[in-house]
């Protein structure tokens, strides 16, 4: 799964303030418990969205049998309702495959609206998600489209669509989707290519009998594990980093999950590839704030085209655990909410 095959990735650095004011700034979220996949389960790496109905659909990775550490798309959909939000039990989307590239687990969704055609058909969803056929190592992204947001998700037969060949290294997934418009996405994701560990690309794919992938770009300044959403101001990102010197088993999995801003310009080349790191960290949902020693595999709750909800506050989902020898059967998800307009920018 994602926070073991990634140990060699994460990174105890991370974009932050730049100066004592900022610091001051930092705003501390409100911390609430969302929903677990119950007893001997996990669920982790959140894709969220919300509709203009207010309803919430919440991709994770999730284990489908109690206590057996294979990685599922579940969806939990939450209702809202006076009283906070009521999540439906998970729902399995996909799962791996008998045989090939992503035999062994599927993990790290994410879904956005997005029209395209395949084989004859047109499609109003797609998912992009981590695969791997051997254990911790050669993850390459695959895609599944839909005609509906709750499924059913079909499997692209051209998968996987962004590959990655040395089977040593830990390779390419934790992606995130921008729809940039009516045929061309933007696809985040870790890497370990030369232009990791955080990367994007320009990929033309209305049509998927004739996609077009982009060159792969290196994002300065921000580790693996780093997710992003979009407002028509500014470029939101929530990142897992590791911030204690403390040495707790698991090890490998980060303990704050922050979260920063940078100003949009009119061209999003100049601000995802400027020469200067530009990121202003807004706040984070640590030790402190959760009560948990570990918080990570954060994503922000979009719209279902990756861009902010509103300008007033940013919710952000990620999952907690404890430490010591329970620490997986510990994964719940979490929130953490923001209020943005409060941020001096």
């Known amino acids: 799964m994602k926070s073991i095959v990634l140990s060699v990735l994460l990174l105890s650095a991370f974009v932050g303030c730049t100066g004592e004011q900022r610091r001051q700034n930092r705003i501390t979220p409100l911390i609430q418990y969302e929903f677990s996949g119950g007893a001997g389960h996990y669920n982790y790496a959140p894709s969220a969205i919300q509709d203009k109905y207010g309803i919430r659909y919440v991709f994770v990775c999730q284990n489908k049998n109690p206590f057996e550490i294979i990685d599922y798309v579940y969806l939990f959909k939450g209702i809202p309702t006076p009283k906070g939000y009521v999540w439906q039990p998970g729902t399995e989307i996909i799962a791996p495959s008998e045989s090939g590239w992503d035999k062994i687990h599927i993990c790290d969704p994410d879904v956005r609206e997005f029209n395209t055609t395949y084989k004859g058909e047109t499609y109003q969803w797609i998912m992009t998600y981590l695969g791997v056929d051997q254990w911790f190592n050669h993850n390459q ?3 599944a489209v839909s005609k509906n947001i709750e499924g059913p998700y079909i499997k692209f037969d051209k998968n996987p669509f962004v590959t ?3 089977t040593t ?3 390419v997934g934790q992606s995130t989707t921008i729809v940039q418009d009516s045929t061309t996405i933007l696809l985040f994701y870790s890497s370990t290519t030369e232009n990791g560990p ?6 033309k794919m209305n049509d998927l009998d004739n996609i077009i992938l ?3 770009k290196k994002v300065p300044f921000l580790g693996p594990n780093s997710y992003p959403a979009m407002s028509d101001k500014n470029i939101y ?5 590791r911030v204690s010197s403390i040495v707790e088993i698991p090890t490998w999995v980060g303990d704050v999950c922050r979260l920063a801003y940078k100003p949009r310009t009119d061209c999003l080349n100049a601000d995802l590839f400027a020469e200067a790191d ?3 960290k807004i706040g984070q949902a640590g030790p402190e704030e959760t009560g948990f020693p570990r918080n990570h595999n954060p994503g922000i709750l979009t719209d279902a085209k990756g861009y902010m909800l509103n300008a007033d506050e940013l919710v952000m989902y990620f999952t907690v655990a404890m430490t010591g020898e329970n620490w997986l059967w510990s994964y719940d998800l979490y929130s953490a909410t923001f209020s943005i307009a409060d941020f001096e920018k």
């Open 141 to 143: 992204i695959g895609l």
């Open 164 to 166: 990655y060949c040395d």
């Open 169 to 171: 290294k830990w390779g």
């Open 198 to 203: 955080l990367c994007v690309r320009e990929i």
């Open 214 to 216: 982009g060159e792969e």
């Open 237 to 241: 990102m929530v990142s897992e980093t």
């Open 278 to 280: 530009g990121w202003i």
